[in-house]
């Protein structure tokens, strides 16, 4: 990456196609409450599983291997 933007190898288009990874996960019996409803908490996990699954299908893991240079997530 330079000033925030992917190398060419890297630099994908935000549309939808673009997103088609599928992750399955296992909800775990902790996970839910008396009602069998998911705890919120664990959505959160699911996202940063999401999260890292992305980044290791389009290679960022890698990158930041070779390079180590990564992404940040930040809130503006």
């Known amino acids: 990456m330079v000033d925030g933007r992917c ?24 996970e839910l409450d008396y009602f069998g409803h998911v705890n919120n908490v664990s959505f959160f996990k699911y996202i940063q599983a999401g999260r890292v699954n992305y980044w290791e299908k389009i290679g960022l893991i890698e990158y930041y291997k070779q390079h180590k240079i990564g992404p940040h997530v930040v809130f503006l």
């Open 7 to 30: 190398d060419k190898k890297y630099n994908m288009s935000y549309s939808i196609e673009n997103f088609n990874i599928a992750l399955k996960l296992r909800i775990d019996w902790s």
